[in-house]
């Protein structure tokens, strides 16, 4: 049925024995330890349910994108943000977010922390993070990192417990960040940083471990070999070299003329594999997406998705404002948006472009091309 089945059966048995799960998050491993067996339980539900894909989840969530506000402090040059939402801009309250918790929280892994816009512009964002960590759950961040270079932000980011933030620098100069990260300003992103390591290193903490991003783009791919360097001197614990995001219809904006120019001229950091005739890329018969199953994304007004490839907010499946989410979950549009996905992807114009229906292309850690840990001692260290 599946290539890792008896490995996924495996990590169950072992999962069940010691009570100690291990999952691994955009790169990024988080452990859990003296695990509620229930949330054992529900999870080898749910990534079995994954295998078959059945029009009714066989349990809960195990992942929650949540995005905590649509509003940003820069203008990055393919985002759908600074091209400008079909949705009101706003900050998803904190009783919203609580619901989510109260709903999830039983079953949930893992919080991812952003969507779209700037996370940590929300002012109830720390308050947000602390909730979930109150629950046991992981949380990762996703920040352009100026936020931190001034006033508390450093010293809540580390007291909310969070457990890990990825940055994201695409330069090396000025010059090469700017070019895609428009309105930013590196100096004041590599002081936020400075002062997160600060910080942690001030309240005796071990969190959170902070992921340098740099997403490869023509205009910044030689730059790569200086990033090891600018990893060391800002004391993050993690590097990554990511793969651009490019689409050319459906639900996001860009479209491939304006993402053309920007894809690097480096094959290994290419976002699709092509076809070697026509140079143009593979679509995939089966597409190998899970988040039907195990990870949906709740937009700052409390609408949920079926994952963050919806940026303009055009396929809500409910409101959390209204209905719990167990009904959202389980409910007519969500069973017949899995319905169609299993029986052909293609008439979904949410499924049909997004990057996981080409070869070598997907929506999460698998767009990462290079991944290293450091220790600032020895030169790797695993987390």
Request: charged residues 25%; neutral net charge; aromatic residues 10%.
């Amino acid at each position: 049925m599946n290539g890792d089945l008896p490995e996924k059966v495996l990590r169950a048995l072992r999962a069940l024995a010691t009570r100690r799960v291990t999952i691994e998050c955009d790169r990024m491993p988080f452990i859990f330890e003296n695990v509620p067996l229930r949330k054992i339980l529900n999870w080898i539900l749910v990534e079995a349910s994954i295998l078959v894909k059945p029009e009714k989840p066989w349990g809960w969530p195990t992942h929650v994108q949540v995005e905590p506000t649509t509003g940003c402090n820069l203008k990055c040059v393919l985002c759908p943000v600074t091209e400008g939402l079909e949705r009101p801009q706003r900050h998803m309250e904190l009783r919203i977010f609580q619901k989510i918790i109260d709903e999830l929280g039983h079953h949930l892994f893992i919080i991812l922390l952003w969507d779209w816009g700037e996370p940590f512009l929300n002012p109830s964002i720390y308050d947000m993070i602390s909730a979930a960590r109150k629950r046991r759950i992981g949380v990762i961040s996703s920040t352009n990192g100026h936020v931190f270079a001034t006033g508390d932000h450093a010293e809540r980011l580390v007291h909310s417990g969070i457990d890990y933030i990825i940055v994201a620098v695409d330069g090396v100069t000025q010059a090469t960040y700017e070019q895609y990260r428009q309105g930013g300003d590196l100096a004041i992103v590599k002081a936020g940083i400075k002062r997160i390591v600060e910080a942690r290193r001030a309240l005796h903490s071990k969190t959170p471990l902070i992921d340098l991003r740099f997403i490869v783009m023509r205009h910044n791919e030689h730059e790569i070999p200086h990033l090891k360097e600018l990893a060391r001197s800002l004391e993050v614990d993690a590097l990554t070299l990511r793969a651009l995001c490019t689409y050319d219809d459906g639900e996001y904006c860009v479209t491939e003329a304006d993402g053309t120019a920007f894809v690097p001229e480096n094959p290994a950091y290419q976002p699709f594999k092509l076809d070697p005739r026509r140079q143009s890329r593979i679509r995939r018969d089966t597409n190998p997406c899970k988040v039907l199953w195990n990870n949906p994304a709740i937009h700052s007004d409390g609408k949920v998705f079926p994952c963050s490839f919806d940026p303009h907010g055009r396929n809500a499946l409910g409101d959390l404002s209204e209905s719990n989410f167990r009904d959202i979950w389980w409910g007519p549009g969500y069973g017949a948006l899995r319905r169609k996905f299993r029986s052909d992807y293609r008439q979904l114009s949410l499924c049909r472009d997004c990057t996981y229906a080409f070869e070598g292309g997907a929506m999460g850690e698998e767009r990462d091309r290079e991944a290293y840990f450091f220790d600032h001692e020895s030169e790797s260290i695993a987390l």
